[in-house]
Each structure stands twice: as C-alpha cells, then as structure tokens.
Nanobody, 119 residues
Framework: QVQLQESGPGQVKPSQTLSLTCTVS??????????WSWIRQPPGKGLEWMGA???????YYSPSLKSRTSISWDTPKNQFTLQLSSVTPEDTAVYYC???????????WGQGTQVTVSS
C-alpha cells in the first residue's frame, strides 16, 4: 500500500518559513490522477486544506494561504514539499500530507507532524 511520511522541524520561530517534506512509498507521485495534499489541524480545531500538487506538477492553494504557501516536488525522490512563509503562532498545528483521489477523498495519510511556532 501507499505510505506517506512527513518530516521537518517541529519548531519554527515567528516570521520564519516552515518547511516540511512528505516522502511517498508504494506509489509514484506522478501517477494519474492523484493529488498530493497538505492539510493541517490547529489545536482544538478542524482540518484545514492548505494546498496540493497534482500528478501533472500543477499546484493549487487555499485562498487564505496562497500568498505565503508554496508546494513543490522532487519526483526522483518521490517527495513533495510544503513551504509556509511568515509564520505566526496561529500556524501552530499538526501538519499532514495525504493523497487525494476523486471527489476530494483522501485515501492515504501520513501520521502527521506537530509544528509549533514560538520564540
């Protein structure tokens, strides 16, 4: 089966850039017609879709985060990356990567990684 694993620092200082990598095994990130998404969950709140990169390499972003979000990939390593700039404590959350199929259905998820924004 497909497995996803998030990696990156667990703490980021305010105003810096959060960078996370999702490593995918068991399937290629270029396989039609999947999207590879970043989703986060702040403490006590629901899931928030941040953006995704498609099998074609096209990236899509939540309007609320578009100005400071970048999603890219490294296909030889079967990885995709999230960069969130100018972070504040409101960006503290568990960050997940997930595979999205049709109808916005997420069939595979990483375990999530806690990111805390603080000084």
């Amino acid at each position: 089966q497909v497995q996803l694993q998030e990696s990156g620092p667990g703490q980021v200082k305010p105003s810096q850039t959060l960078s996370l990598t999702c490593t995918v095994s068991g399937g290629s990130i270029t396989t039609n017609y999947y999207y590879w998404s970043w989703i986060r969950q702040p403490p006590g709140k629901g899931l928030e879709w941040m953006g995704a990169i498609a099998y074609s390499g096209s990236a899509y972003y939540s309007p609320s985060l578009k100005s400071r979000t970048s999603i890219s990939w490294d296909t030889p390593k079967n990885q995709f990356t999230l960069q969130l700039s100018s972070v504040t404590p409101e960006d503290t959350a568990v960050y997940y990567c997930a595979r999205e199929g049709g109808s916005s259905y997420y069939d595979y998820w990483g375990q999530g990684t806690q990111v805390t924004v603080s000084s």
